[in-house]
């Protein structure tokens, strides 16, 4: 079975890392960006499989970020879980048009509970 690509987006280099470890022990390929604002060249570059988007991540937003991806004809199918330490990420992820999401803090368990429905 060929390696499945995330490409995780967060403004917070810890988180980054450790989701990096944790995911590439579980055998996927981990591409990151601390930035969004170029979302569409970066899923160009990576080609990922699924996509885990910060909502406060800099230059345009998770929310805007999200919507590029899902109104792209050759990349809206791509899944994006939504990941925030807000509150309202529910309603924040439906207004992007996240396919899931996820609150932080979370459970390295959950999250890849979460990636595993998708891929």
């Known amino acids: 079975m060929p390696t499945k690509t995330i490409l995780m987006l967060d403004d917070d280099k810890h988180v980054l890392e450790i989701c990096t470890i944790i995911l590439e022990t579980n055998g996927?390929?981990?591409?990151?960006s601390e930035t969004s604002h170029d979302i569409i060249?970066?899923?160009?570059e990576v080609r990922p499989d699924l996509i885990l988007m910060d909502n406060w991540i800099p230059k345009i937003g998770g929310i805007e970020a999200t919507r590029l991806v899902k109104s792209h004809p050759l990349y809206r199918d791509i899944p994006v879980i939504y990941l925030s330490a807000n509150t309202d990420?529910?309603?924040l992820a439906q207004r992007a048009?996240?396919?899931?999401?996820?609150?932080?803090?979370?459970n390295l368990e959950?999250?890849?509970n979460r990636i595993a429905?998708?891929?």
């Open 28 to 32: 996927y390929r981990i591409a990151v």
């Open 89 to 91: 990420i529910a309603n």
């Open 117 to 119: 429905e998708f891929l």
């Open 41 to 44: 060249e970066k899923v160009e």
């Open 110 to 112: 959950d999250l890849e």
């Open 97 to 106: 048009g996240a396919d899931s999401y996820l609150a932080k803090p979370f």
